[in-house]
């Protein structure tokens, strides 16, 4: 099941409670949890470093096969483990906070015999800060706890055997029978005192954070085709929304590699505004609208803070530093450096006031409300936009090399300009900025019609006058430029697919973006390549690649970044928000071109 002491990323199932998740294993260790937040330190990294990185293991003492599943419409993650003497299934959760005082944060493993009997081990190795912090294990009121600074994790068990503790870890034994159950419990505080719960209380909480998923999926209105995958999808999402203030973290983890023993290893813990528009879209086809609500007047927060210019991303809490540095583990199999912060925050981005606007638009077509004075904000980088638009930039895939005329980003740009104009016709931005931002919007797009169009490959292409391509030109056809039914894009879809695909799967762009190493078929890619095909009418074709993508996801429907051409095996952070927005958007836009 690993390789050199590391699970596949594929084996990885994830649980969240709205402010941090936890992966779990197929083998039932859980090797990822940072505390407080998703975006904090690591008190479980053992997939980025399987000797120093901590881990909570939980598994039969014996050989054993494994089939999991969430419990239907849930992030309730349940494993059945079979052995030759029995089988026994643990359920894994982290807990939603009741009424009354409650751990900062909680996890439950619950084990339940269902056949024969099976001998049972567990072991949970904290490791606060990356495991660079110092850990102390001791006792408290007979319930081991470990401890760093103002941080404290205490091990409830009950029926999971005496723990015992060592230097480094605090473990148990068991046998569970048929009928019998035991039930583990990680109870965490924060800068506040420790909480030790009972189990009945565990319990409760357990059933109704199992309610509270149900209760949420039973909200959402789609049901049209791959309504699993899109369900489990919106699940995912869930996951990675940060409840406190309403953003959505574009993946659980950071550094996990695009491609095996390389240093694209980034930190994807933060919140893009490229991915805005795509989020604000799939959330509103969902029926969503406290998250969206709640997201779009989180971007509006955060974008104060650097008004005119918006910054690439954002930390969760809507701060605008992130630094980045790298961190003394050795990185999944080998793959390091292991970043955390996020160094592009800081690249120029032209893309990404596309998207916000984008969002503005669709927000207020939704009938959501731009008062005045954020209306003035939003005409101001209407008019920022006119200022920078001809300048090269990053582009949307971060390249750390020279910065170009990237194509995608004069597309966004245009995007920019033309919703600023439609917002202002529905007198949600001043209008005395129209005639200026009609002029650079013409002005625009005849730059790319010149300069960004091969005859030759009759296609867009990836910066102005080059020959190669990029996959995100497909988000011109998702965003109107030019529209997906009009020739230059068809025509351009069809060439990304002759270049870039490799069958279902999509790779980027060609053309060195100045980081070394090779990296897997971006997964996000190949679904905005279904939903270009359904905007342009092609929807045998859309619906016949969104089927072998389906198939993609692993055991409990979630996705990486990337994949690999060949194994199949899933590369990068994860679960990625961005592919199960593509993936929900490419599904709805086949549906609602079925229905017309």
Same mark, same amino acid.
């Given at each position: ?19 941090? #998740? ?10 990822? #949890? ?130 015992? &503790? ?117 959330? &509103? ?14 971007? #509006? ?55 916000? &606007? ?52 004069? &597309? ?185």
């Amino acid at each position: 099941m690993r390789v050199e002491g590391y699970a596949a990323i594929r084996d990885y199932a994830a649980i969240g409670d709205g402010r941090t #998740l936890a992966l779990v294993a197929l083998d039932g260790s859980i090797d990822w #949890l940072c505390l407080p937040a998703i975006d904090s330190s690591g008190v479980c990294a053992g997939v980025l470093d399987t000797a120093q990185g901590g881990r909570f293991g939980l598994a039969p003492a014996v050989p054993f096969t494994v089939k999991r599943r969430y419990v239907p419409d849930s992030n309730v993650l349940e494993s059945t483990f079979v052995t030759e003497g029995g089988i026994v299934r643990v359920t894994d959760a982290m807990l939603l906070p009741g009424a009354g005082l409650t751990p900062v944060r909680e996890i439950a493993r619950r084990v339940q015999g269902l056949a024969g009997s099976v001998p049972m081990g567990w072991r949970v190795e904290p490791r606060f800060g990356f495991g660079s912090a110092r850990t102390l294990l001791g006792w408290r009121g007979g319930v081991p706890v470990a401890t760093s600074g103002r941080d404290a994790l205490a091990v409830c068990a009950w029926g999971a055997g005496e723990p015992t &503790m060592d230097a480094v870890s605090i473990s148990g034994e068991m046998s569970v029978a048929e009928g019998a159950s035991a039930l583990l419990v990680v109870s965490v505080a924060h800068k506040e005192p420790l909480v030790l719960p009972s189990r009945k209380e565990v319990e409760g909480r357990l059933q109704a954070t199992l309610g509270f998923w149900r209760d949420w999926v039973a909200g959402r209105s789609y049901n049209g085709p791959w309504r699993e995958a899109v369900v489990r999808s919106a699940l995912a999402l869930k996951l990675l929304h940060y409840s406190p203030s309403g953003a959505i973290a574009a993946a659980g983890t950071t550094s996990l590699p695009e491609e095996i023993g390389g240093e694209r290893n980034w930190d994807y813990r933060f919140c893009w505004i490229r991915d805005s528009a795509l989020t604000l879209d799939a959330l &509103m086809r969902l029926g969503c609208p406290g998250e969206a609500e709640s997201f779009f007047w989180w971007l #509006l927060h955060a974008s104060q803070l650097t008004k005119p210019r918006l910054q690439v991303l954002y930390r969760l809490d809507g701060g605008a530093q992130a630094p980045e540095r790298e961190l003394d583990l050795k990185g999944y199999r080998g793959s390091r450096p292991v970043r955390v912060g996020n160094g592009a925050a800081h690249q120029e981005q032209l893309d990404i006031y596309g998207d916000l &606007m984008q969002t503005a638009w669709l927000y207020a077509q939704a009938g959501g409300t731009i008062d005045r004075e954020t209306g003035r904000r939003l005409a101001g980088m209407a008019d920022h936009v006119c200022r920078i638009w001809s300048a090269p930039d990053s582009g949307i895939w971060e390249v750390r090399g020279e910065p170009q005329h990237f194509t995608h980003s004069k &597309m966004m740009c245009w995007v920019a300009l033309d919703r600023a104009v439609h917002l202002a016709d529905i007198g949600r931005l001043p209008q005395k900025g129209m005639a200026r931002w009609r002029h650079e919007a013409d002005l625009i797009h005849d730059f790319v019609e010149r300069r960004c169009w091969s005859g030759h490959l009759k296609s867009y292409v990836r910066s102005a006058d080059s020959t190669e391509l990029d996959a995100s030109l497909l988000l011109g056809a998702l965003m109107g430029f030019p529209s997906a039914i009009d020739r230059s894009m068809s025509q351009t879809i069809d060439a990304i697919r002759l270049e870039l695909g490799h069958g279902v799967l999509v790779y980027r762009y060609s053309g060195d973006d100045g980081v070394s190493g090779g990296e897997g078929a971006f997964l996000c890619c190949s679904f905005w390549l279904v939903e270009a095909l359904a905007l342009a009418g092609r929807l045998q074709e859309a619906a016949e690649m969104m089927a072998e993508l389906i198939t993609l996801a692993n055991d409990v429907g979630l996705y990486a970044e990337e994949i690999d051409i060949e194994s199949r095996e899933l590369l990068g952070n994860f679960p990625q928000g961005l592919v199960h927005l593509a993936l929900i958007n490419a599904a709805t836009s086949i549906a609602a071109g079925e229905r017309r």
